[in-house]
């Protein structure tokens, strides 16, 4: 019988082998991601926006920002429906000091301080194809005996689209 009870779900991205309850995630360029939306009472079927009848969803590899939708429909009839909203970066810049990482793109370093700046790149972006503003190459650059604050740019290019990412130091 159709109690007209909602049924809620639960929504969770997988993303580098994390598993994070939200239906909102932001990802490399390329990235595929794991997409569940646990109901509450078992019992029913799924259907994707995809296609997909499936209780999760795999995502090919992403690159551009896109939204998935899934209802889940009872055996009493009652449907609910879940989106999931994914975004698409194409870097995600890092520093080091000593050993602390921050996912950022902008610290506040001791005079006389050293620094490490890096960035996390598609895998078809190779490192040699990185380039800073002060002329190296790679996936990191090393500051040290910083003495005043710093502005740097790393450039790379995919599918020919070409990405600056802006660093500071403080």
């Not at 895998?123 to 910083?146: M, P, R, Y």
Request: aromatic share 8%.
């Amino acid at each position: 019988e159709k109690d007209g009870t909602p049924i809620e779900l639960t929504p969770s991205i997988t993303y580098n082998d994390k598993t994070l309850e939200t239906d909102t995630i932001n990802v490399l360029y390329g990235s595929k991601v794991k997409l569940t939306a646990n109901p509450t009472m078992g019992g029913g079927t799924w259907k994707w926006s995809s296609g997909s009848t499936a209780q999760t969803l795999t995502t090919p590899a992403l690159t551009a920002d896109r939204q998935y939708t899934v209802t889940y429909k009872h055996t009493s009839g009652v449907s609910s429906t879940q989106v999931f909203r994914l975004g698409v970066h194409f870097c995600e810049p890092y520093i080091l000091v000593g050993t602390k990482r921050t996912e950022s793109n902008e610290t506040v370093v001791a005079s006389g301080g050293n620094v490490t700046l890096g960035l996390v790149v598609p895998s078809s972006v190779k490192a040699d194809q990185i380039s800073w503003s002060n002329g190296e190459t790679g996936e990191t650059l090393e500051l040290t005996n910083l003495t005043q604050s710093v502005e740097v740019e790393a450039t790379f290019t995919l599918s020919g689209q070409t990405y600056v990412q802006r660093f500071a130091v403080f």
